[in-house]
């Protein structure tokens, strides 16, 4: 990831951007997954990488990298009553901190902060960390995401079944 | 069980059932490890994994780590990955690439084909030390097949020929895909563990009565499951929409093996003649410009969907992928998943395999997760000793000879397949190592 840069970060008020990581790690921990995806923009994508400090989703495999339409396919699938890796469901709690902001363009930021996810399910407890991080589009009072990166320390390790978005 | 009497083993296999010792039993698992994954012909890595000299990967055979890499005179060697001195797993990276091998304790330092070239304070180490006794141990027997590693643990036994025999055809079937003739097994991979016996992700890679069921929550309210390769239209039909059963156009499809636990399934009729996309319909013309129109067409005709290469590897047509299975502990395995890029195929054909790799079988896709819960329950429901019987019945004697490619054909959803694996099992396990 790149250092931060300085001269950017300065006059950010970081508070909306808080309350907004807040709120989306809200609705991935109540499960409102199809709320969830209407954060994204029309254009937005959802990458979990499979190696640290991957540069491209084209050319290597990754855990997640999904489109609108993926991402729609996905929530479907874990509002489906047969999905057997979600019988019984996830339960999951998110922690996001050490929150920085930077503007990249007119409209455009760049939202870095730290996070740890909490999961249990079927008499079993895991927990994913990492660091993430939102490019999001400034749309009337609030922000659409244009990419949430989610880099997870084990990521290329070999992982139990994930059926939860992180 | 311990000793392993051939008769005692020969009592856990029926025609139409398997014993829940063969997934449950620890010592069954240790005799495994010995008598399968001691000597059978075990996929190792592709030699695109290892492009130039110096370049390894570290992967196991059964349990044992080993090191494939590329020495300066181009041959690919399969070595134990344990220092000759005092045991440490000598390279520690899952790839990468040195001109020397060297052991972190005290330094012991090999080449690039094992053999061991520097030991720190030599002085100490006696009248006749020699340096040439102290190589690296490799495996006995290494051939390979279209880039596709493979080695044996064992001196002797059948040779890779009579063990692969007539699958080099699947290999065949996936590598012309390419239009240069080569795959590239360099887009990263896919890693998961379950809780479970390694047979059991085995017995599902040619499991097609699994697929309405066990899929279910891939499937839309028509029966319809998401489209799963570049250009498609749309996915393969798998439940009939207003009977809620399988379609015909599922349960028509047949699976096929041809001794030694190989087999395969054919493909589903997913190709509508509609399959198109920029990234398909260019990846077609260059097929075609260095194959020729004709045989581009053959070789675009599907006609299989997963291999399995028995006893660690499968490869899939459909996502197309190399699945290697590793098996840990009676009941851990570890899978690891390899996407395909296609030599000479335009980036975003390959971009598309990937991308949709991805939400098949990652450790986070919409179809794997679905197996991996199905193989955990199938392991704790069979600590149940109520009943010691697993039932692998389904077309017992209906199979029949498939003149045309002079094999053993049956159904898909029938699973003459996993009793074949049985059959193989059965022929390394009853004869002590």
Known sequence: MDAVNRDNVADIDRAPFELFLIQEAHLLDERRFREWMGLFADDGIYWVPAVPNQESPFDQASLFYDDRELMKTRIDRLEHPRIHVQTPPSRTAHLVGNVIVEQTDEGEFLVRSTFIMVEYRDDRQRTFAGRQSHRLRREGASFRIVQKRVDLINCDSAFEAMAVPI | MRNGHADEIAKLIEPGRVHRRVYADPDIFELEMERIFGRAWLYVGHTSQVPNPGDYITTELGRQPVIMCRHRDNGVHVLLNRCSHRGPKVVNERKGHATRLTCCYHGWTYDTDGQLVTVPVPEGC??????????????????????????SLATSG???????????????????????????????????????????????VLDSYHVPFGHASTVNKDGVQFARREGDQKGATVVEADKKQTANAWKDRKSFIVGNGHGWTSNTALDDGKRSSPAFDEYKRALAEKVGA??????????????????????????????????????????????????????AMNFGNIRLLNVTHSAASFVQTDDLESFVRAQTGLQSRQTDWVDISRGLGAEEPDRELNVTRGLATHEMVVRAQYRAWMGYMREAA
Not at chain 2, 130 to 144: Q, S
Not at chain 2, 189 to 203: A, F, P, T
Not at chain 2, 298 to 303: A, D, G, M, N, V
Not at chain 2, 307 to 316: F, H, R
């Open chain 2, 126 to 151: 006696g009248e006749g030390f020699d340096k040439a006794a102290f190589g690296l141990a490799r495996a006995p027997r290494v051939e390979e097949y279209r880039g596709f590693v493979f080695a």
């Open chain 2, 294 to 347: 004709a045989r581009a067409q053959e070789i675009l005709t599907p006609r299989l969907h997963n291999s399995l290469i028995y006893p660690n590897v499968s490869i899939m047509g459909l996502n197309i992928h190399v699945r290697v299975i590793k098996p840990l502990a009676v009941d851990r395995t570890e899978v690891t998943i390899y996407p395909i890029r296609l030599v000479g195929a335009p980036a």
């Open chain 2, 158 to 204: 059948p040779s890779f020929e009579e063990h692969i025999g007539p699958m080099k055809g699947n290999f065949d079937d996936l590598v012309d895909r390419a239009p240069d003739g080569a795959l590239a097994l360099d887009a990263g991979m896919h890693r998961y563990v379950y809780n479970g016996n390694w047979k059991l992700q085995l017995e599902n």
